[in-house]
């Protein structure tokens, strides 16, 4: 058994004799040697050497050395009477992407509450916070290019998710001073901020902002609930390329990472079926069907972005119609593998996120903690594998307290997936050492679902999924995307396009 009481485990713990005495108060960042090593292979990787006359933590980088002062964080905390047991620890990722989204768009949180969650994240070690800020439900970062994206597409007309309704106007935006705040506080902790725009689906809150980007204009509103929409950025008309192009000049100077998601998922096609624009482009290109056509959409965006040094993030729906370049980075969340694992053979690397072990908004019932920790992503080609990340879609999350439990622990479970090893990893040692670190947690402001909901069988997580069933069948979301894809064929049909 691996005594090593650290979340994630690390690859290797050697216990010594002895123990290194703490200082009154516990506090070990005085009497802590850092030291850089060039000779120690990976910027994250480090090696703490606990003895009873120092504490010695080396590293080839400065983000190596967070990493392993996040291992002493939690030594010390859980040290007994003062008395740091001595050790050699030797550690370094699995994954180089460690990393958990954020849904802004739904429900916001403060720029306070967003700390804390990077905090919880860094203290195991996470690398990257996806920030999904745009979606049906709202824009949620300050733009002066396109004013109405805050004046008109922030804000809803109340809640209806799940079919409770909430009246009001609900909404807001961080401006950009809050936005850089936000990437620098993460960067402190070694953490990317990634953002999303998603496109060409998911932009009820862009086109009532600007309905002229649509197919056919008109009216457009801000949703007030989950679910898909019909909703699309026209494909066919070179003024929604040139508008998307202002939008990113604005938004990536925000941003210093090197990646950008720019969605690609759940975009049913009845739109570009019915538009003149969009057929035409389609007969022109000799496209066989709209999924083409969100092709040569998210191709478009990728070279742009390529033009301007950055590499784009897509979810797995955007390979319908076939292989993207090897550069663009691929999120697998649902559905047919093939298509993904045909992108890996060419060379293109993976974010897995499959929704049945990795979202962490979903009930403890369906995804019980054990699950996700047990989540072991394309096994059969994990130099394909960029990393790994949880979710916390926000329809339902609208407190921090609600965040929180939704959060912790599935976050230590899935930064164990990312971190340890496959032969390190043991769910009954994690699951002993994340409740001892539950305290810590809790000293960071930060409350975990209970123990007793992990396993999805407490009353509690049982009156969890019943509310979640009941929140899916109120909202009719199934229904509405049965009537999408059936209104997509019906109009691919009738334009003579194969579906
Ligand atoms: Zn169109």
Not at 165 to 193: D, F, H, L, M, N
Not at 320 to 329: C, M, R, S, Y
């Amino acid at each position: 058994m691996n005594p090593c009481p650290i979340v994630p485990a690390p690859r290797t713990y050697r216990p010594c004799d002895g123990f290194f005495l703490l200082p009154s108060g516990g506090n070990v960042v005085r009497l802590l040697t850092k030291k850089l090593d060039s000779s120690i292979s990976g910027e994250e990787s480090y090696r703490l050497e606990i003895t009873p006359d120092d504490v010695v933590l080396t590293a080839s980088a400065p983000c190596g050395l967070f990493r392993g002062f996040q291992s002493l964080k939690q030594l010390v905390f859980l040290a007994k009477d003062g008395r740091l047991p001595c050790a050699v620890i030797e550690d370094s990722p699995r994954f180089a992407v460690r990393s958990f989204l954020l849904d802004s768009a739904r429900h916001m949180p403060s720029v306070e509450e967003i700390f804390r969650m990077i905090d919880g994240a860094a203290l195991f070690k996470l690398n990257r916070m996806h920030w999904h800020v745009s979606d049906d439900q709202g824009f949620r970062i300050e733009s002066e290019v396109f004013p109405r994206l805050n004046t008109v597409g922030s804000y809803r007309d109340g809640d209806t998710f799940g079919g409770e309704k909430k009246p009001g106007r609900i909404g807001g935006y961080y401006t950009k001073e809050q936005v850089k705040e936000i990437v620098r506080y993460a960067a402190s902790k070694y953490i990317e901020v990634v953002p999303e725009f998603d496109m060409p689906g998911h932009v009820s809150a862009i086109l009532a902002s600007y309905p002229e980007l649509s197919c056919h204009g008109g009216e457009y509103c801000v949703r007030t609930e989950g679910g898909i929409f019909p909703d699309l950025l026209c494909a066919g008309k070179q003024s929604v390329m040139n508008w998307i192009v202002q939008l990113l000049d604005e938004m990536l100077p925000l941003f210093p990472s090197e990646f950008v998601h720019i969605g690609g998922d759940e975009a049913p096609k009845g739109q570009w079926y019915s538009c003149e624009d969009c057929l035409r482009l389609m007969r022109e290109k000799g496209m066989k069907n709209a999924e083409e056509l969100q092709q040569y959409f998210t191709l478009q965006v990728c070279d742009y972005l390529k033009s301007k040094g950055k590499r784009a993030i897509v979810w797995n729906e955007s390979l319908k119609a076939g292989a993207l370049p090897p550069q663009i980075t691929v999120q697998y969340w649902l559905g047919d593998k093939k298509t993904t694992l045909e992108h890996m053979a060419g060379g293109g690397q993976v974010i897995a996120s499959e929704m049945k072990y990795m979202y962490a908004d979903y009930p403890f019932f369906m995804t019980p903690l054990s699950k996700t920790y047990r989540y072991d992503p394309f096994p059969h080609h994990p130099e394909a594998v960029a990393g790994v990340e949880t979710t916390l879609w926000s329809e339902y999350i609208t407190t921090e307290a609600r965040l929180h439990e939704m959060a912790f622990p599935r976050i230590a479970a899935a930064a164990e997936v990312g971190w340890t090893e496959k032969t390190g990893k043991k769910y009954a040692r994690f699951h002993r050492n994340i409740k001892r670190l539950l305290p810590l947690l809790r000293s960071m402001g930060i409350a975990a679902a209970p123990v007793r909901d992990w396993s999805g069988a407490s009353p509690r997580a049982l009156r969890e999924m019943a509310r979640f069933l009941h929140r899916t069948s109120a909202g009719k979301m199934v229904p509405r995307q049965m009537q999408n894809i059936k209104e997509e064929k019906r109009l691919a049909r009738l334009q003579g396009f194969s579906d």
